[in-house]
């Protein structure tokens, strides 16, 4: 009895290349696609992508102090930015950036990587609560593809406390839009196929913690210094503002704490003195808690942007100042009596030769 054999061949080396030629035209159809498509049909994701470019393109101006106001959600939903900017003044040019679920590991990389792109505004206005600040939580994949470079991203997660298996991940989603966004676009279909979810989601937001023990707030001022340090590095000055809340998370030690060093901390309005109605949820403020939130902003953020004016032309005025006074001191260029006279042979050649 004769066995049945196979007619199964190992597949040839050319064969094998031409397999991973066509996933990775996949993979690279997919990433394109996604990175295209997704900016073009999300709202969300062209608000964030037009407020990054516009942050990028801030520099330094004669008639208008640059003031880039960033944050999360809560500056989102808690800040009327058109009625901030008409509030401030026309000499204060504000550019708002707004990345939602964000921590302060996400806005310190970030502005690294903003600064190191070229972005020189006059003023940093990071708005987040004091948990926020002290928590070493970061936003996901998004923020690690949107707001850290690659030179920043082993150290970014080691303070993460990130394992060697999250590691390799925000690897991938700091080269790839599509894993990196990957749950923004899990949620934009979500959003597309149940418009009230963000209103139920909104209940599953868990209530902001205090700052527990003095080891918490020293990591907070800690934090706020390497937020300056870097904001001084690149010519720009920190602001930070803690918006509204129904308990008070340590704002207060935080502010005495960051003024007595010299930091500005800014809290508009106080702990516990916004109604319960002011509140969409337990710590997002509703739009009528906006309409409170951002003339209190808008009046203490002034104040600082004109101190803070007064006291870069002041500095300006000093270094032209010092450079006027150096040009008159320098001794001046004295012309050697040899060299002022013409030559005399040459003189000379030309009398005797003037054909030439």
């Known amino acids: ?86 509030d401030v003044g026309p000499e204060f040019s504000l550019r708002r950036l707004v990345v939602e679920g ?70 991938l989603a700091n080269i790839s839009f599509f894993y990196g966004a990957r749950a923004e676009i899990r949620n934009w279909i979500l959003g597309e196929i149940l418009p009230d979810l963000p209103n139920l989601t909104r209940s599953f937001h868990s209530t902001p913690k205090p700052l527990a023990g003095t080891d918490s707030q020293e990591l907070a001022m800690q934090r706020l210094q390497r937020l300056d340090r870097i904001c001084q590095e690149h010519g720009a000055e920190l602001v930070f503002v803690i918006p509204p809340s129904n308990a008070d998370l340590g704002t207060s030690a935080l502010s005495k704490a960051a003024s007595a060093i010299g930091i500005q901390v800014l809290i508009p309005i106080a702990p516990g003195l916004l109604l319960p109605s002011d509140y969409s949820d337990r710590f997002h403020l509703s739009p009528n808690g906006a309409s409170k939130f951002t003339p209190a902003l808008a009046a203490g953020l002034r104040q600082v942007l004109l101190v803070s004016e007064s006291r870069r032309n002041m ?42």
Not at 16 to 33: K, N, P, Q, R, S
Not at 330 to 336: L, M
Request: net charge positive.
């Open 102 to 171: 964000t921590f302060y590991l996400d806005w310190y990389y970030g502005l690294r990587r903003m600064f190191a792109s070229g972005a020189r505004p006059n003023v940093v206005v990071l708005v987040l609560n004091p948990t926020q600040l002290s928590s070493s939580a970061i936003g996901g994949d998004y923020t690690t593809h949107f707001l850290v470079d690659k030179t920043d991203l082993l150290q970014f997660a080691n303070d993460a406390g990130a394992d060697r298996n999250r590691m390799s991940s925000m690897a």
């Open 315 to 356: 500095t300006t005025a000093f270094k032209s100042g010092l450079a006027i006074k150096r040009r008159l001191s320098d001794p001046p260029r004295q012309t050697s009596f040899a060299n002022a006279l013409p030559d005399r042979t040459a003189a000379g050649k030309a009398v005797h030769n003037p054909g030439n």
């Open 1 to 86: 009895m004769h066995l049945s054999t196979s007619n199964f061949k190992t597949p040839s080396g050319r064969h094998v290349f031409l397999l991973l030629l066509t996933c990775a035209l996949v993979c690279a159809l997919i990433e394109a696609g996604t990175a295209f498509e997704f900016e073009r049909i999300s709202r969300i994701e062209q608000r964030r992508e037009k407020e990054y470019q516009g942050a990028l393109e801030m520099h330094s101006a004669e008639h208008a102090t640059s003031v880039l106001v960033a944050g999360n959600s809560l500056l989102l939903e808690g800040v009327d930015f058109p009625q901030l900017q008409q």
